[in-house]
């Protein structure tokens, strides 16, 4: 069974910097895609990042682009999610998700098509 567990999340001053991290387990994840998520009070669900783990293929939403990194570990078997500049709006639940399948298209940006999903952790970003 796969499982997925964030950590990394917390208070941070607008400016600053955070590091989140998605460890991985159950199997071997080559051939998946994962991505990052986040969720602010009363909003929807929305896409942030997104690597193909084998190619190593990196996707971002506009908004934070030039500010976040999202990185994987294959040792560790573990995704990072470099976030740089943050701001207030970047304030949010952050959850990890992981899909089996290769995402082309740009499909790796709904949330449905990914199978496995972390307990996420809350980022706030204070102005």
């Known amino acids: 069974q796969v499982q997925l567990v964030e950590s990394g999340g917390g208070l941070v001053q607008a400016g600053g910097s955070l590091r989140l991290s998605c460890a991985a387990s159950?199997?071997?994840?080559?051939?998946?895609?994962m991505g990052w998520f986040r969720q602010a009070p009363g909003k929807e669900r929305e896409f942030v990042a997104a690597i193909r783990w084998s190619s190593g293929n990196t996707f971002y939403t506009d908004s934070v682009k030039g500010r976040f990194a999202i990185s994987r570990d294959n040792a560790k078997n573990t995704v990072y999610l470099q976030m740089n500049s943050l701001k207030p709006e970047d304030t949010a639940a952050y959850y990890c998700?992981?899909?089996?399948?290769?995402?082309?298209?740009?499909?790796?940006?709904?949330?449905?098509?990914?199978?496995?999903w972390g307990q996420g952790t809350q980022v706030t970003v204070s102005s």
């Open positions: 998700a992981a899909s089996a399948s290769t995402l082309y298209n740009g499909r790796y940006t709904f949330p449905d098509v990914y199978d496995y």
């Open positions: 159950g199997r071997t994840f080559s051939g998946y895609t």
